[in-house]
């Protein structure tokens, strides 16, 4: 395994990882609420009166930050080794697995780790685990 140095950049991950932590801090303080995505597009799902104008904002801070950065930037080429079949039962396993882990990685892995959750540290070694677990058999024992 090799290190591409042209795309490592850790100042910038560093800053990244700042904002996020900043962000999910100020949520938590100022709204009361965990920053789990998982959560806030449940709740759109099945909305309650005065519960959805900011989770609206929250998604559409989501999608709008990577849409203004494009304004300013070129934005990354995507390219995605996987079929549709694939990403369709992926994000499906995906889905029923932050319903059984009560949470998302964002939700476990940033504002439960930050919270010293035990649960959160439990989940989030799962998370871990299992792709650990999924890169290692599709990468080196289903190799075609």
């Known amino acids: 395994m090799t290190l591409d140095w042209n ?18 801090a100020l949520f938590v303080l100022l709204n009361g609420r965990i920053a789990g995505i998982s959560g806030v597009l449940g709740g759109l799902l099945v909305p309650r009166r005065g519960d959805v ?26 390219q995605i080794d996987a079929g549709y079949g694939t990403l369709v039962a992926a994000g499906l396993l995906v889905g029923v ?17 930050s919270r010293l959750s035990p649960r ?3 989940a989030t070694a799962a998370f ?17």
């Open 97 to 113: 697995g932050t319903r059984y882990g009560a949470g998302c990685t964002s939700g476990h892995g940033v504002c439960g780790l």
């Open 7 to 24: 795309h490592f950049t850790p100042l910038a991950a560093l800053g990244g990882g700042a904002l996020i932590g900043l962000a999910a």
């Open 53 to 78: 104008a900011w989770r609206l904002a929250f998604v559409g801070g989501l999608v709008g930050a990577p849409l203004a950065y494009g304004l300013f930037a070129a934005l990354p080429v995507l």
């Open 120 to 122: 959160s540290m439990v």
């Open 128 to 144: 871990m685990a299992a792709g650990f677990a999924t890169v290692f058999v599709l990468r080196h024992l289903l190799v075609a």
